[in-house]
């Protein structure tokens, strides 16, 4: 399977960590040269998807799409069926090189796999499909954000490609917001145990680039602390969850946080 890495030009110290992580799995990669949001000042310009307003995007924020739309560009013309993305900041499970040396493990239907955790809750099928080697891809069924790591069919990156042409929107909601049609229209998967993780949960060696100029900005604006709901309101919104939670168990789904293995210990 063609795994590309995304990495900007001024991170060398990033390019050392993810080459040194495939080399411990044994397995290879393109590099994809990031779009830099420092030398691109105009992306924070660029027409957004409605549903941002009144916050516009980060020209980060839309520099890291289209670093994703290079990818797809790569793998919408490649003659694999499947292909890999993955940010510069990953660590792998240390099963995770036989899955990326084939995608014979991955079902038939799916158009993308999520491969990473970022340890919040999301909601997957009950029923699982083996992909060998300690690990099992579930349906997913909720918001699950994160792009350090996924696997995407080439007609979904095509369909990707066409919906971001003329509007940005954040490569996670893009992928992982069923709230956008570009998710909720796909057949989605998430790998349990996750395939990898970015570093700042486990490591904090590298700390989230994007993640550090929307804390920037976030200080910046003086955001206003949320307010405390009434208590009806509140009560309401307990009664909510516990009826999505009943759907949801006669739905055969379930919510889980997906775990990560770094030994790669098999059950």
């Excluded at 839309?62 to 003659?79: F, G, N, P, V």
């Excluded at 069926?81 to 040396?101: H, K, Q, R, T, W």
């Excluded at 976030?218 to 309401?236: D, H, S, Y």
């Amino acid at each position: 399977m063609k795994c590309l890495v995304i990495n900007l030009d001024r991170s060398p110290d990033r390019l050392a960590h993810i080459s040194a992580e495939f080399a411990r799995i044994g397995a290879a990669f393109q590099r994809v040269a990031a779009v830099d949001a420092r030398s691109h000042p105009e992306l924070g310009q660029q027409p957004q998807h409605p549903m941002y307003a009144p916050r516009r995007l980060l020209g980060s924020e839309i520099a890291c799409l289209h670093s994703h739309r290079l990818c797809w560009a790569i793998l919408a013309q490649d003659d694999a069926s499947y292909g890999a993305i993955f940010e510069d900041d990953v660590i792998f499970s240390a099963n995770a090189g036989p899955l990326l040396a084939d995608n014979g493990w991955i079902p038939t239907d799916a158009d993308i796999v999520k491969l990473e955790t970022y340890f919040k809750r999301t909601l997957v099928h009950r029923r699982r499909t083996a992909a060998g080697h300690g690990f099992s891809a579930f349906r997913l069924y909720k918001n699950h954000p994160g792009t350090g790591g996924y696997i995407i069919s080439r007609q979904a990156a095509r369909d990707l490609l066409e919906a971001t042409e003329k509007i940005n929107i954040t490569a996670d909601d893009l992928i992982f917001t069923p709230a956008f049609a570009t998710s909720s229209s796909k057949t989605i998967y998430q790998l349990v145990p996750a395939l990898c993780v970015q570093d700042q949960f486990v490591g904090d060696r590298l700390p989230s680039l994007l993640g550090q100029e929307r804390d920037a900005e976030g200080t910046a604006n003086a955001l206003v602390a949320k307010r405390r709901r009434p208590v009806a309101e509140r009560i309401m919104k307990e009664g909510g969850r516990a009826a999505r939670w009943i759907v949801d168990f006669c739905r055969y789904r379930r919510h889980i946080v997906v775990p990560f293995d770094s030994t790669g210990a098999t059950d």
